[in-house]
């Protein structure tokens, strides 16, 4: 082989209508090379890697500008299959597996070997029966090159989780072709002793000549594993790192990048809350993605209180956990009672309210006019803008009074539509979004819960959504509980702000804190926040 | 621990009686209803062997859709017509006997395959709704059938045999005998044990059928079909083809059908041209479910279990029915309301206790993930 570099890429670009998501990225991987991978939420890692794996999302949004040069020869994947036949495999963070089938049949699904029969003949190759004592002794193998212990004949769905993630390591390893292997996250959902036994399977892998890229948000871990480490930020490579090189506020530095100082829109008003409005004791969360494994945490009556983190880590489970959308277990304390977990309709009797991060999804009916969506959840659960009739027997909706309560939003949140007999769906999304807050407002909330409340919209409409809960906050001295995936936006708003790192509470810094404070809090370096924590 | 008891599986006893509802059922009918009728013994038996020759091939080609996860194929109904129609046209032709089975079988099988591929593509437009869909196809597909049989045979498609059309002069009748191959399967070689009278070719070719299917599932189809049923998504990544495999399924389970309503109609020995082929679906599928099956899993000993037990209702209803009440209407009343009643029950038993795993399931592995993780905490504690 002439070329010392088993991928090339230069000068990689992709947008996705008109966004631009990955800008001139230029990466080289050895054989036998491990290269870190670490960046922020949306810093373009997925949509790198999707490009590499030949996803065929990527080619059907338009495909990618720049070239790739795999194993010497310049290649456009157009589907997943392709670049597995090309020598690229893929582990995934979610595992991509039939929980029905053992250990080996995982392993060599759909590259089982066959016995020839003469069926086969006449009508294709897949008549041929399968070769059992083959496959056994082919997962055997791969297994054995892994050097760990996992039954071939035990049932994934029976397996502990780290055996689940050695078996889709062991069948990317079977692929005999394979030459590069893009692990994303493969130890998230991994306890610490099982994560360190797969990090040693990335050496041996490593070691056999594959080259690996890693994608980890644990630092530490990139830190030990990897030949070097590139950092991803906005869509492009910020700094390409060696191990020995480099420490952990270095890395964190350039994911997050440089505070801008005095000129961000940074929250730097200091104010006073001294009544607990919410204590949240030791709080799990069944959300898929976005597990919450024992939170402990105090709202202050009154203040606006961030919560960051990277995707997956389970910030978004809090909000969901609490307002009974997904099954939780803990103890909410709220005014000095406890709320009943798992119990939506009480919860929002009791003076909550949740603007869900699903905004098309749960959160609006879109088929449905304007005043219906702002007074719904205020008909449903306060009995509110309702005509009574034979003593309550039989209600009626009472449409007068809805629509002057949308009418009233529609001015206030200057809601852009024609009419509050408007469709929902008909909305633009920061339209939408302000129709979402005004279903809340409308149940006159003590706490509300807001997720993601930008996801999707433009720039002008986000600076609009936060006003109008910054203004809202001010106005009615409403708690406010705002989950977002960007930072800066937190930056803006709340006065603290709690960083979620694999499902617990890494630290919770004032908004001043420095960008690179932020940064480690979600690379889970619990320690560093501690000096600020106690201000 | 509070935790620790809901991290105990199920009762094994109440899952059983929960997963077997619907046999267990039957089970307790014919206890109580089989004495009632006063049938003897014999008779009962012969009549249950009767049912089981001429249902099981039917219902066995149900079983490969159900593994590549498409649930019960109510299209079978399709594999019928294509079935009736080789038989209308060796009735026709007055090719009689053990060769006019197999001209009729050779007839329909590429008509089977034509009704299953345009099956097969329907399904996989409609996927997680393939059974209300393929049931919706059965009677789309009845109308063309209709049109072939009522205007076009006689017309378009010649018919010698003045006797099986209308007296207009085209389209078929209403029934037709089929003198020419009555049982003619079945009476190749006939034991007699004990009265109980036991057609030894037919049920080989139901052994073979099932044979087939043993084998079937070994291959590495079968396993791509299994992969496919279990996680479509899954076994696209790994380079399934996905839509195919789903059609081949569909279209080995047509032309299953057709033969199957071929061995199903020459031991009755009569088509009803516009209605035999109608209830076919439902019937086999109450048969299946009421075996042990589910949408998801099916085997063929659910098969013969399902044939035995429906059928033996059916058979001692209508008498203890007259006995009880006076009325042997009954019988049939109760024959309709069993077969939809046993086919709704079932799918939502199944969908319930879909719910109840996967509530058990979260359960579960939440409660693991916080043992690994405080034991974690607890070992770096005492680091």
Redesign the interface.
């Known amino acids: 082989m002439k070329d010392k570099f088993l991928l090339r890429m230069e000068n990689v670009s992709k947008d996705f209508y008109g966004n631009t998501v990955l800008k001139n990225v230029n990466l080289n991987v050895k054989p036998g090379e491990i290269v870190g991978l670490v960046g922020e939420n949306g810093a373009g890692k997925s949509t790198l890697m999707k490009i590499i794996f030949g996803s065929s999302e990527i080619y059907e949004t338009g495909g990618y500008n720049g070239k790739i040069i795999f194993a010497g020869e310049e290649v456009n994947f157009r589907s997943s299959f392709d670049a597995l036949q090309a020598g690229i495999g893929m582990v995934h963070q979610e595992f991509v597996l039939i929980p029905g089938y053992s250990a080996t049949e995982n392993i060599l699904l759909n590259t089982e070997p066959t016995r020839p029969n003469i069926l086969a003949e006449v009508f294709d190759e897949r008549v041929n029966t399968l070769d059992w004592p083959e496959m056994k002794k082919r997962a055997k193998e791969a297994i054995g090159l892994l050097e760990v212990d996992l039954d071939p004949d035990m049932l994934v769905k029976e397996m502990p989780v780290g055996h689940r993630q050695f078996t889709e390591i062991a069948r990317e390893i079977n692929r005999e072709s394979t030459k590069l292997l893009i692990m994303d996250e493969p130890t998230a959902v991994l306890t610490e002793s099982e994560a360190d036994v797969v990090l040693k399977v990335i050496k041996k892998i490593a070691s056999m000549g594959i080259a690996v890229i890693f994608i980890s948000h644990r630092l530490k871990e990139i830190l030990t594993v990897c030949d070097y480490i590139v950092v991803l930020r906005d869509g492009e490579i910020q700094k390409e790192l060696r191990p020995a090189e480099t420490n952990e506020r270095e890395i964190a530095e350039y994911m997050v990048g440089k505070d801008l100082g005095e000129k961000s829109g940074v929250n730097r008003e200091k104010r006073e809350f001294n009544e607990t409005i919410l204590k949240i004791e030791n709080l799990w969360v069944d959300m898929p993605g976005e597990q919450v494994n024992g939170i402990s945490l105090e709202v202050k009556k009154g203040e606006i209180l961030g919560i960051g983190g990277l995707t997956g880590q389970g910030k978004l489970g809090i909000a969901n956990g609490i307002m009974g959308l997904y099954p939780a277990e803990g103890r909410v304390i709220f005014k000095g009672e406890e709320l009943p977990l798992n119990n939506t309709r009480e919860i929002l009797n009791r003076g909550l309210a949740f603007v869900s991060e699903d905004r098309r999804g749960i959160g609006l009916l879109l088929d449905q006019p304007l005043n219906w969506n702002i007074a719904f959840t205020a008909m449903q659960v306060k009995g509110e803008y309702l005509k009574n009739y034979l003593g309550g027997l039989i209600k009626w909706r009472d449409d007068e009074a809805i629509s002057q309560l949308a009418r009233e939003y529609i001015e206030r949140l200057n809601i852009k539509c024609f009419s509050e007999r408007q469709y929902a769906r008909e909305l633009s999304g920061g339209n939408q979004q302000k129709v979402c807050l005004a279903k809340a407002f409308a149940l006159n909330p003590e706490v509300l819960f807001v997720s993601e409340p930008t996801r999707g919209i433009d720039i002008g409409a986000k600076k609009l959504v936060l006003d109008t809960l910054r203004l809202y906050n001010r106005e009615y001295g409403t708690t406010i509980i705002i989950t977002s995936s960007e930072l800066e936006e937190l930056r803006t708003i709340s006065d603290r702000i709690a960083i979620i790192n694999e499902g617990k509470i890494a630290g919770i810094l004032p908004p001043t804190a420095d960008r690179v404070e932020f940064g480690l809090l979600m690379l889970g370096k619990m320690e560093t926040g501690e000096g600020v924590l106690n201000e | 621990m509070k935790n620790q008891d809901s991290l105990k599986t199920v009762n094994p006893v109440k899952q059983f009686f929960i997963n077997y509802a619907v046999p267990i059922l039957f089970i307790i009918m014919i206890v109580f209803a089989a004495p009632m009728s006063g049938l003897s013994p014999v008779f009962l038996i012969n009549e249950v062997m009767t049912r089981l020759t001429r249902n099981s091939f039917l219902i066995l080609s149900l079983l490969i859709p159900v593994l590549a996860g498409m649930g019960m194929n109510f299209g079978i109904v399709m594999g019928a017509m294509a079935g009736q129609i080789g038989l209308i046209l060796i009735t026709d032709w007055q090719i009689v006997g053990v060769p006019g089975i197999l001209l009729a079988m050779l007839i329909s099988t590429p008509i089977a395959i034509v009704f299953g591929y345009f099956t097969g593509i329907v399904l996989n437009k409609a996927r997680g709704r393939e059974m209300v869909t393929g049931m919706m196809l059965g009677y789309f597909m009845n109308g063309i059938y209709q049109l072939l049989v009522l205007y076009g045979m006689g017309k378009i498609i010649p018919i010698r045999d003045k006797s099986i059309l209308l007296s207009r002069g085209y389209g078929i009748r209403n029934a037709i005998s089929l003198d020419g191959i009555r049982q003619s399967l079945d009476n190749v070689i006939k034991l007699d044990i004990m009265g109980i009278q036991i057609p030894l070719v037919t049920l080989a070719v139901i052994a073979l059928n099932c044979l087939f299917i043993i ?1 079937f599932r ?4 079968g ?2 079909m299994r ?1 496919v049923g ?2 479509m ?3 696209r ?4 083809d996905v839509e195919k495999t789903r059609i081949i399924s569909i279209i080995i389970s047509t032309v299953l059908a057709a033969y199957g309503m071929i061995i199903y109609l020459q031991n009755i020995g009569t088509i009803n041209t516009y209605n035999s082929h109608e209830q076919i679906g439902f019937f086999a599928v109450a048969a299946l479910l009421v075996g042990g099956a589910s949408v998801s899993r099916a085997s063929i000993l659910n098969v013969f279990i399902g044939v035995v037990l429906f059928h033996t209702v059916f058979i001692v209803s209508p008498r203890a029915g007259k006995e009880l009440i006076g009325s042997a209407q009954l019988g049939e009343y109760f024959r309709v309301f069993i077969t939809y009643g046993v086919i709704a029950f079932s799918l939502a038993l199944y969908a319930w206790r879909n719910r109840i795993e996967a509530e058990n399931e ?1 359960k579960k592995a ?1 409660m ?3 043992a ?2 405080q ?2 905490a607890e070992e770096g504690g005492n680091l």
Not at chain 2, 218 to 221: A, F, I, Q, R, S
Not at chain 2, 237 to 240: E, P, S, V
């Open positions: 084998w070994k291959t590495k189809l396993q791509d992969t279990q996680d998504e899954v076994a990544m790994a380079g399934i979260r939440m693991l993930r916080r690994s993780l034991n974690e």
